[in-house]
């Protein structure tokens, strides 16, 4: 661990390391010593290819640092802060007099741990930029009322439970604030061996070393799924990792899954597994060796599997090389290679793709399918900071453009096609309610996205607190279904009579279709056509993904200011050159509020 | 056997030489042998010789020679 330590520290001191937004600071703040957890952190990052900075505030100055805005911690410029606060320190009372309180005390007791919790999230909250990652409080491994607990009118157990439920609702009155469940994680763990009462004598460190990882690992999924380093499919594999088995050999009738004996109920439970993340709103993919009809036939003959074709935005069945099938599917889906994971029982097939296309994260299933679920949780990836409505939605509006592509495949003319979509667009200035779903425009857009700025929700409040911004969301439905939020757009308006368009930024889903012109035409009717400003400019910052919108700015009358500059191409379009694109296949439904 | 590995040991989480790690070597002669490199050595220790130290022991371990003692006393034990 110490040498890994070594040369992850000597990586992170070099310039290139993390460049930009994946080089993040995290301030540890508590009433604990919390060494050696952030050497661990800044390994279980590394792994992740995130490289970290911590900054440990001094024993128990957590209140002091955050009310007195201590330089340090200011300079420091959290990106997240971690508060652990023990109980020991904070209530004593609590953690060793327990049974000599009676219930009144115990829940003032509680209130004014809440109280204490609640301030120091608001000072952090308010104070910094920073994310809140809040721990919550694991609850003893005996009670001091022995078995009796339970039976209790207010016992221990129920104390914690009580606890930890006030802190979620904390947590869920703000975008900024996660729970990192130590409970839950200790209990994993066996909370014998995740604490330690002597390192607690000597030196304030709560946790046995042998928790950390675990515990790094967890504060590492949190920043992961607050920065929206995700996936966003998942590629199975068909026999012996969908259903026990080979079809091809044993028939629809002869796989095991479903019910009656173990081993089909183990790959039963796993496809319900598979669900839970597609309700997540994490895609699925099908890449099977097998003839196509026999995978129709079956999924047509076992209604007693969980899963259906339909839950899967791509197939790809053949005799063809599995790699150029995963290449296939990430196109369809229009999704960066990087954003699959790809679940084989097959050494060799495995072997193959992390040859062939290293970006796709490949995962060997272990020898015995019991153990396939806890697989799908040690992944990371399909964590998510919240799931939102957006989320359960999205898996079949990627079902929908299926049925659009092979919609589209009837038409010669592609404005014929886009007539026939019907699409309808509103674009308004952005809400309260929208926050959730810009941010995650913000974080996960990688190809119609012009300026990829990674904006975090702190940085979306401040914009739209301010009169410097104008915030645009776009939300879209046609006659397969409803898109719903797809596009934001950004406009700085600091300087007199040129507007800025920061940020630019279209899903993937609703790509090529005119929506973004609809947008763009939306922006100069209200800001050029009606004389509010004399032009707009524009930046176009290339990245590995984003060639698709490379000749957007062109393509819409903007002309090029300055090229060939490392952080882009500048464009402007003065009011005067301003013509509307025809995108007349678009409904822009009028809104009151801009 | 034992002292071998406790010398590659206390080297590596001291960050010191092998060569420097001597049975003479006491606490106030190494520089990074703080307060969290003591707990890092204990946990580090106990770990790799599957012991349990009492806090009085891990208070008065101040010496390489002092590590020796309880490893042996416990490995006997």
């Not at chain 1, 499919?233 to 004996?261: A, M, Q, R, Y």
């Not at chain 1, 099938?325 to 060799?348: F, H, K, Q, T």
Request: aromatic fraction near 8%; include cysteine; charged fraction near 25%.
């Amino acid at each position: 661990m110490r040498k890994l330590l070594r040369a992850v520290r000597k990586y992170n001191d070099t310039p290139e390391a993390g460049h930009g937004w994946k080089r993040l600071h995290i301030a540890y703040l508590g009433n604990v010593t919390f060494d050696p957890l952030p050497d661990y952190v800044e390994v279980a990052a590394a792994c992740r290819g995130i490289s970290t900075r911590a900054y440990i505030a001094g024993y128990g100055q957590y209140m002091q640092e955050l009310i007195a805005d201590s330089a340090a911690l200011n300079e420091f410029a959290a990106d997240f802060i971690f508060i652990n606060l023990d109980l020991r320190e904070l209530a004593p009372d609590i953690a060793t007099g327990f049974t000599s309180l009676d219930k009144q005390q115990l829940q003032d007791s509680r209130e004014r741990i809440l109280s204490t919790v609640r301030e120091c999230i608001r000072l952090a909250l308010a104070k910094q930029q920073a994310n809140v990652i809040m721990a919550n409080f694991p609850a003893p491994a005996s009670y001091q009322y022995g078995i009796a607990d339970q039976k209790q009118a207010y016992g221990e157990g129920e104390f914690y439970t009580e606890l930890n439920a006030e802190l979620r609702n904390i947590a869920r009155e703000d975008a900024r604030v996660q729970v990192l469940d130590v409970e839950r994680l200790a209990a994993l763990h066996g909370k014998a061996a995740a604490f330690s009462e002597k390192l607690y004598y000597l030196a304030k460190i709560p946790w046995q070393e042998a928790f950390c990882p675990l515990l790094a690992d967890q504060l590492v999924r949190h920043v992961e799924a607050a920065r929206g380093l995700v996936k966003k499919c998942l590629v199975l594999d068909l026999d012996n990792t969908l259903w026990g088995g080979v079809l091809g050999e044993s028939g629809p009738h002869g796989i095991k899954v479903g019910h009656g004996d173990g081993e089909s109920e183990a790959f039963f439970d796993f496809q319900r597994r598979i669900i839970a993340l597609k309700n997540r709103g994490i895609l699925l993919g099908i890449c099977s060796k097998n003839n196509p009809e026999d995978v129709q036939e079956v999924f047509q003959q076992r209604p007693d599997m969980p899963l259906s074709l339909a839950d899967f935005s791509a197939v790809e069945v053949s005799w063809n090389m599995k790699h150029e099938n995963l290449e296939r599917i990430a196109a369809n889906l229009n999704i960066g290679l990087d954003s699959l994971v790809y679940i084989d029982d097959n050494p060799a097939e495995c072997e193959l793709i992390r040859q062939m296309l290293p970006d796709i994260t490949t995962v060997l299933l272990p020898a015995d399918p019991a153990e396939y679920p806890a697989l799908l949780d040690r992944l990371h990836g399909f964590d998510k900071a919240v799931i939102e409505e957006e989320d359960r939605l999205k898996t079949r509006q990627y079902a929908e453009n299926a049925s659009r592509n092979a919609f589209q495949a009837g038409f010669d003319d592609l404005t014929a096609y886009f007539e026939s979509l019907q699409t309808k667009v509103t674009i308004r200035l952005a809400g309260e309610q929208d926050k959730q779903r810009i941010h995650q425009l913000f974080a996960k857009t990688n190809q119609f996205n012009l300026t990829t700025r990674r904006y975090s929700i702190a940085d979306i409040e401040g914009i739209m607190a301010t009169d410097r911004y104008r915030l645009y969301v776009c939300a879209a439905s046609d006659r397969f279904g409803d898109l719903g939020k797809i596009g934001v757009l950004l406009l700085d308006m600091q300087l007199p009579e040129v507007a800025v368009i920061d940020s630019f930024i279209l899903s993937c889903r609703a790509m090529g279709r005119g929506i973004e012109t609809a947008m763009m035409n939306y922006i100069k009717e209200h800001y050029l056509a009606n004389g509010f400003l004399k032009a707009l400019t524009a930046e176009f910052i290339p990245t590995r993904k984003n060639m698709p919108a490379e000749n957007f700015y062109p393509q819409q009358g903007f002309t090029v200011v300055e090229s060939g500059v490392e952080s882009g191409t500048r464009y402007e379009l003065r009011a005067a050159d301003a013509r509307l694109s025809d995108c007349h296949w678009i409904d822009v439904i009028k809104q009151v509020n801009t | 056997m034992n002292e071998e590995k406790l010398k590659q040991l206390v080297s590596e989480v001291l960050d010191i030489q092998e060569s420097v790690v001597t049975r003479d070597l006491t606490s106030d002669m190494a520089e990074t042998w703080d307060s969290l490199a003591h707990l890092r050595l204990v946990t580090a220790i106990e770990q790799e010789f599957s012991i349990s130290l009492t806090m009085e022991e891990i208070n008065s371990m101040t010496s390489y020679q002092k590590m020796l003692e309880y490893i042996e006393k416990y490995a006997a034990g």
